[in-house]
């Protein structure tokens, strides 16, 4: 069994978070199929700026679900902000209308072109943590949690299985990010959970 195997499965006497970690941020692609001529898109689509000779792209902000679309002459389209992977594809097929709408009516939504590079989530454990007991705790991972206070407040825990990052604050608040699914996350969080329990730091008060 490997290291990043044992911290998902040693068991911790079932110490379950009694919260979930919330969806801040999902990356996504889509291509359109088509070449886009962006200067006449941008003409007719509110909210969009082109500006070819600063960046590549047009940029187009969708009130809901609330997103911003990078969308380039290519077709291929970077859509970041939504809160979730369906309203990331609501987001898509919304703009893909729009840009229909806009002098494209050959642009197309296809689900098979849509793909996922990176899910961000936090979560805050509703305690501190005691950093040198945590580092200390996850010590058997390969590779080891990185904690460098001087350079950066957060503990970097990187499981290299699933392609997650982890970032471990002493406030108790953990952001993940790398995840192509939002199970990962949860996963990945009720595996960490029970080490965060065991290095809360407690109240100097509190004997």
Do not use: W
């Not at 454990?125 to 040198?132: E, L, R, S």
């Not at 503990?155 to 982890?166: G, N, V």
């Not at 699914?181 to 959970?193: F, M």
């Amino acid at each position: 069994m490997s290291d990043e195997e044992e911290f998902y499965e040693e068991d911790f006497e079932e110490i379950k978070p009694p919260n979930s970690p919330t969806i801040q941020n999902v990356v996504a692609t889509v291509t359109l199929n088509v070449n886009l001529e962006l200067t006449k898109i941008v003409a007719k689509l509110r909210n969009s700026e082109y500006q070819p000779n600063r960046f590549s792209a047009m940029i187009t902000r969708i009130r809901d679900p609330k997103v911003t679309a990078l969308v380039f002459r290519s077709g291929k389209v970077v859509v970041t902000g939504a809160k979730s992977i369906s309203e990331s594809k609501r987001a898509a097929a919304k703009l893909c209308i729009l840009i229909q709408n806009a002098g494209e009516p050959n642009a197309k939504f296809d689900l098979n072109q849509y793909k996922i590079h990176n899910i961000v989530g936090s979560v805050g454990c509703n305690f501190g943590i005691n950093m040198q007991d945590l580092e200390e705790a996850l010590s058997g991972l390969q590779p080891p949690p990185r904690y460098e206070p001087e350079l950066f407040p957060g503990m970097i825990i990187s499981l290299t299985d699933d392609k997650l990052t982890l970032l471990v604050f002493a406030s108790g608040k953990v952001v993940f990010t790398g995840a192509k699914v939002e199970r990962q996350i949860q996963e990945a969080y009720e595996s960490l959970y029970p080490h965060l329990a065991r290095c809360q730091k407690h109240s100097e008060n509190n004997n």
